[in-house]
């Protein structure tokens, strides 16, 4: 699988995995460039292509006093500084078709979030600006249901789609994932495993999503045993003050190990 329309992203002699990182929102530019010089740290010593994370706003919020970001363009102009700063690609989530145009400004990877996948005019807009559209996969949806989101990527003249599932609803106020959705639907694009929105427990009484972080390591290298390309996980120096999906966030300091014991899985597997 090649990612060579991605600009900036390292590349390996290996066939490693790849790796999107970061916090779940831009909660302020000292913050991002912090995590991001540690990933990038970690990620360069392993030989592990990265692309950063960051939301510029969140838009699917439970509650209409949960916090959604410090502005749009502030936002998107912190996630061009970690790109120029450390030399890596960025990607962040879009939710109206002028957030499309706008963000394609900033960021290499536009994404798609699960609850909107179906929506045609955003999946349009985001592939027409060129860049390389990531599709959630919805939390109601088959995985040979997203070969026609993919499709909608091609069909507007875009090659470049990846798709990540992040699980799929269980009863109310679970998630799920199915591993057998993952040789299916890399028939249709490079797949991602989302691993700490797939252990998110949303819709709580509170308002706030909760989650299962300590399973954070038993979903990645389950991820990585079914043959993911790429791993997406939320991360934070201090997820228990996070503004935004604390609950299902890995501690940056546990990220090097769990790093190390994936790529030796994968190279095991590679072996094969």
Known sequence: ???????????????????????????????ALKIAEKVVQITADLQIPYVFKGSFKK???????????IGDEKALKILRKV????????ITDIHTEQDAALA?????????????????????AAAKTGKTVNLKKGQFMSPE??????????ESGNEHAWITDRGTMFGYQDMVVDFRGIPTMKQYAPVVLDVTHSLQQPNQSSGVTGGRP??????????????????FMETHFDP?????????????????????????????????
């Open 1 to 31: 699988m090649s990612l060579s329309q991605i600009p900036k992203i390292k590349y390996t002699s290996s066939d490693n995995f790849f790796l999107l990182a970061g916090p779940c929102a831009i909660e302020g530019e000292d913050m």
């Open 59 to 69: 838009a699917n919020r439970s509650r209409l006093d949960s916090f959604t970001g």
């Open 83 to 90: 790109s120029d700063t450390f030399n890596v690609p960025t």
């Open 104 to 124: 394609a400004e900033y960021v290499d990877v536009l994404q798609i979030p699960a609850f909107l996948v179906r929506q045609t005019d955003l999946v349009v």
């Open 145 to 154: 249901s997203m070969k026609h989101a993919v499709t909608k990527v091609h």
């Open 214 to 231: 300590a399973l954070i390591g038993t979903m990645a290298r389950a991820g990585i045993a079914a043959g993911v390309d790429g791993l």
């Open 240 to 272: 228990s003050n996070a503004k935004s999906d604390g609950a299902n966030m890995l501690d940056l300091r546990l990220l090097e190990k769990l790093l190390s014991d994936l790529v030796a899985i994968r190279k095991t597997i590679n072996s094969l």
